[in-house]
């Protein structure tokens, strides 16, 4: 089991960005899918940017394509959310999580514990 920590989470202004980290430990992430998700309080979780085992495919929600890109550095066993242009219905907790197949959701078993992105207006 791959053990996933998030980081790079805070408050920032509409507009902003951020960029947020996923540090893998226990399995190697270039035998896993890789992806983002994020919760808002009051709703059900959803996706947000995916990469396949080797980063050269990726698939984003149609709410954050054009703003967020993700990348990994399976060397380093680290993922990354690079968030431009925030706007405030971009807040909620943020999860790393790590499946078999990007393009399917509900492959993604194992969840980090989540970092808090907040955007004021």
């Known amino acids: 089991q791959v053990q996933l920590v998030e980081s790079g989470g805070g408050l920032v202004q509409a507009g902003d960005s951020l960029r947020l980290s996923c540090a893998a430990s226990?399995?190697?992430?270039?035998?896993?899918?890789m992806g983002w998700f994020r919760q808002a309080p009051g709703k059900e979780r959803e996706f947000v940017a995916a990469?396949?085992?080797?980063?050269?495919?990726?698939y984003y929600s149609d709410s954050v394509k054009g703003r967020f890109t993700i990348s990994r550095d399976n060397a380093k066993n680290m993922v990354y959310l690079q968030m431009n242009s925030l706007k405030p219905e971009d807040t909620a907790v943020y999860y790393c999580?790590?499946?078999?197949?990007?393009?399917?959701?509900?492959?993604?078993?194992?969840w980090g514990q989540g970092t808090q992105v907040t955007v004021s207006s």
């Open positions: 990469s396949n085992r080797n980063g050269d495919s990726t």
């Open positions: 226990g399995r190697l992430i270039s035998s896993y899918a």
């Open positions: 999580a790590a499946g078999t197949y990007y393009r399917n959701y509900g492959s993604f078993g194992s």
